[in-house]
C-alpha cells in the first residue's frame, strides 16, 4: 500500500511540474516576460542541472534587456562546467550588448573547445543556429566530423546551407548523408522538392541534376539512379526517367512494378508515347502473365483513347487476337471487363458487349471479380437506358460485398441511374449517405451530385431544367457529346438566369475541351467567371480556364493571373495546392 502511494505521489509530482513548464512556455511564447522569468525561476530552483531552463532565464532576461543578470547566471555555470555552448550564450549575451569584440572571443573559444571534446558539437553547433549564426554552426559541424568520423551532421549542414540559400551544398549535404545511411532516401526527395520545379532549366534542377549524374559516373550505385528518375518524373521527362528506370531494373532484374508505375504516371500525364514504350518494355521483359495482360489492356486503353472510330476495328481485333492466345477465362477477366467496355462505348455495340460479358460471369470468378463485370454490366444497362436492370447488378454488388470500396461505387451508381432516371429524391437520399464514404473521391462525387440536385430541385417544381441537364449528362456518359453539347445549349437558351445555368456552362466547357473546340470552352469559362464569381464553380472554372491556357493553348501568361486568383481568392479550393504550384512554376520560382 505504501508503495502504491509513493507511485501516486511521484506521479502528481511530475505531473503538476510538467504543468508548471507548459505554463511558463506559455507565457513566453505569449511575450507575458515577467511572468515568464517568474515561473522559470521556480523551475530552475528545483531543477538547477536541467539546461532548458537556464537558457530560458538567460533567453526571458535579455527579452526584458536584463543583460547583467543573464551574464551573472551564465558565469556562474561557466564556473561548474565545461559546457562551451555556454560559452556561445555569453557571447551571444554580449553580442545584445553592443560589444561585438567580447562576443567574438567566446564564440571562438567555444569552437576551440570541440578539439578538446567533440562530443559538444551538436549542443554547440544549436546554439549557434538558434541565434542564426549559420556560418559559425557549419564550422562546428564540419570541425566534429573530422574529429569524429563515426558522426555525421549532413543533415543539419544542408539545413543550414537551405536556409543560407546554398542550394548546391545544401544538395550536396543530403546526398553525403543518404549514402551513409540509404534509409534517408525518401525524407531527402521530400527535401529536395522543396527546391525544385518542372522545369529543367531550373537553376535548382540543373545542380542537382550535375551532383547525381556525378555520382553514377563515380558510384553507380542503384541509389542514384532511383534519385534521378524521381527528378526526371518532378520535371515530368518520364522518357528520362525511364532510361534510368531501365538502368535500375537491369541491375536487379526481379520487379517490374516501378516501371509499371512510372507507365502509369505518364499514361495519367497524357505522355502515351513513353508509356506505349514501358509497357512495350514490359512485354519484352516479363515472364509473367498477369503482368503481360495489364501491359496489353493498358496499350489498347492508350490506342483506344487516340484513336478514330476507324481505326476501332483493328484494336478489336487485337483484343481478339489476345483472347485468342490467352483465352476467355478467370485469369483474364480484367481484359474481358475492358473489351466489353470497348465494345458498348466505342463501338456502340452493347448488346454485344453485355452477351460477351453475361459469359464472363458463368466462370469461376471471386465475389470481388463477380462485382467488377457486374458493376460494368450496370454501366452498359445505363448506357442503353435500360435503368432498372442496371439497378438490379448495382444492388446486388452492395448486397455481396458490403461496406466494401466496389460497394460504395455501386451506391454511387445507384445515385447516378436514379438522377439519370429523374428519381431526384430518391438519388439525393443515396447521395447523402455517401458523403461520409470511405473513399475520398467517391465521397466528393457524391457532394457535388447531392449539391446539383438540391440547388436545382426546389426552383421548379417539375424539375425541366434539371430533366434537361441529367439527360445531357446522360448523352456526355454515352459519349454522345454533340448531342449532350446541344441539349446544354437548349439550357442556356431556355433556362437563362436560373440556377442549372453555371453548371450548364460548365459541362458545356469540359465536353468543348473533349472535342477540341477550345475557343468555345475559353468562352464558357470566362463567362462563369464574369458571371458567377461567388458560386460554387467559380474556382472550377478559373483552374480549368488556367490549364486551358496553359497545356492547349500555349498562352501561359494568361494562365498565371487565374491561378493567382485560386490562391488569393479561394483559399479554401480542392485546386488551391496545384494552383500555388503552377503559378509558381510558371513564374520561374527557384522553390515549389
Request: aromatic letters at 14%; proline letters at 1%.
Amino acid at each position: 500500500m505504501k508503495q502504491f502511494l509513493l507511485i501516486i505521489f511521484l506521479f502528481s509530482c511530475a505531473f503538476g511540474f510538467s504543468q508548471n513548464d507548459q505554463l511558463a512556455d506559455n507565457y513566453f511564447k505569449r511575450g507575458e516576460f515577467e511572468k515568464a522569468l517568474i515561473s522559470y525561476q521556480k523551475l530552475y530552483e528545483k531543477n538547477k542541472g536541467n539546461y532548458k531552463y537556464v537558457y530560458k532565464l538567460v533567453e526571458t532576461h535579455q527579452q526584458l534587456e536584463q543583460y547583467d543578470e543573464a551574464q551573472i547566471l551564465l558565469l556562474q555555470h561557466i564556473a561548474k562546467s565545461n559546457n562551451p555552448s555556454l560559452l556561445v550564450e555569453l557571447g551571444y549575451n554580449y553580442q545584445l550588448k553592443g560589444n561585438t569584440e567580447i562576443s567574438q572571443t567566446y564564440y571562438t573559444d567555444a569552437i576551440i573547445a570541440i578539439d578538446e571534446n567533440p562530443a559538444f558539437t551538436y549542443s554547440v553547433a544549436k546554439r549557434f543556429q538558434d541565434h542564426s549564426l549559420l556560418e559559425k554552426a557549419i564550422i562546428v559541424y564540419k570541425k566534429g566530423m573530422v574529429l569524429n568520423v563515426k558522426q555525421n551532421y549532413n543533415v543539419q549542414l544542408a539545413r543550414i546551407y537551405g536556409e543560407l540559400g546554398n542550394i548546391e551544398q545544401m544538395f550536396s549535404n543530403y546526398i553525403d548523408y543518404i549514402e551513409s545511411k540509404p534509409t534517408f532516401l525518401n525524407n531527402g526527395k521530400r527535401a529536395f522538392s522543396d527546391f525544385i520545379s518542372e522545369s529543367s532549366d531550373n537553376e535548382n534542377n540543373v545542380s542537382l541534376r550535375k551532383l547525381l549524374l556525378k555520382k553514377i559516373q563515380a558510384q553507380p550505385d542503384e541509389i542514384w539512379y532511383d534519385m534521378l528518375s524521381w527528378l526526371y518524373i518532378q520535371e515530368k521527362a518520364y522518357n528520362k526517367a525511364f532510361i534510368q528506370e531501365k538502368a535500375l531494373y537491369r541491375r536487379n532484374p526481379e520487379s517490374l512494378t516501378r516501371i509499371t508505375d512510372l507507365a502509369l504516371t505518364a499514361i495519367n500525364e497524357k505522355d502515351y508515347d513513353t508509356a506505349n514504350s514501358i509497357f512495350n518494355y514490359i512485354l519484352e521483359n516479363s515472364q509473367d502473365i498477369e503482368t503481360k495482360l495489364v501491359a496489353h489492356q493498358y496499350l489498347l486503353d492508350i490506342e483506344t483513347t487516340n484513336a478514330s472510330k476507324k481505326e476501332f476495328k483493328d484494336i478489336q481485333d487485337k483484343y481478339l487476337a489476345l483472347f485468342e492466345q490467352y483465352g476467355t477465362y478467370e485469369q483474364t477477366i480484367a481484359l474481358q471487363i475492358a473489351y466489353g467496355d470497348f465494345l458498348a462505348f466505342n463501338l456502340h455495340d452493347p448488346k454485344a458487349a453485355s452477351t460477351f460479358l453475361k459469359k464472363s460471369l458463368k466462370l469461376e470468378l471471386s465475389l470481388f471479380q463477380e462485382a467488377t463485370v457486374k458493376l460494368k454490366l450496370g454501366d452498359i444497362l445505363v448506357f442503353q437506358e435500360k435503368f432498372n436492370e442496371a439497378l438490379i447488378y448495382y444492388s446486388q454488388i452492395q448486397a455481396n460485398l458490403k461496406n466494401s470500396t466496389i460497394s460504395q461505387q455501386a451506391r454511387y451508381k445507384v445515385a447516378k441511374t436514379s438522377y439519370y432516371k429523374g428519381d431526384f429524391e430518391w438519388a439525393e437520399s443515396q447521395l447523402k449517405i455517401l458523403k461520409s464514404s470511405t473513399s475520398q473521391l467517391i465521397a466528393n462525387d457524391a457532394l457535388d451530385l447531392k449539391l446539383l440536385i438540391s440547388d436545382n430541385i426546389e426552383e421548379d417544381s417539375l424539375h425541366t431544367s434539371l430533366r434537361l441537364y441529367s439527360k445531357a449528362d446522360l448523352f456526355a456518359f454515352q459519349n454522345k457529346n454533340e448531342e449532350a453539347i446541344s441539349l446544354l445549349g437548349k439550357i442556356l437558351t431556355e433556362h437563362k438566369g436560373e440556377t442549372i445555368e453555371d453548371q450548364a456552362l460548365f459541362m458545356q466547357a469540359k465536353l468543348f475541351e473533349d472535342t477540341k473546340q477550345y475557343d468555345k470552352a475559353v468562352a464558357n469559362y470566362e463567362y462563369i467567371i464574369a458571371n458567377y464569381r461567388d458560386e460554387i464553380l467559380a474556382d472550377d472554372a478559373h483552374f480549368y480556364l488556367a490549364q486551358l491556357y496553359q497545356t492547349q493553348l500555349g498562352e501561359p501568361e494568361k494562365a498565371k493571373p487565374l491561378y493567382e486568383t485560386i490562391i488569393f481568392n479561394h483559399e479554401d479550393s480542392i485546386y488551391f495546392i496545384e494552383a500555388r504550384r503552377r503559378f509558381r512554376m510558371l513564374r520561374g520560382d527557384a522553390i515549389n
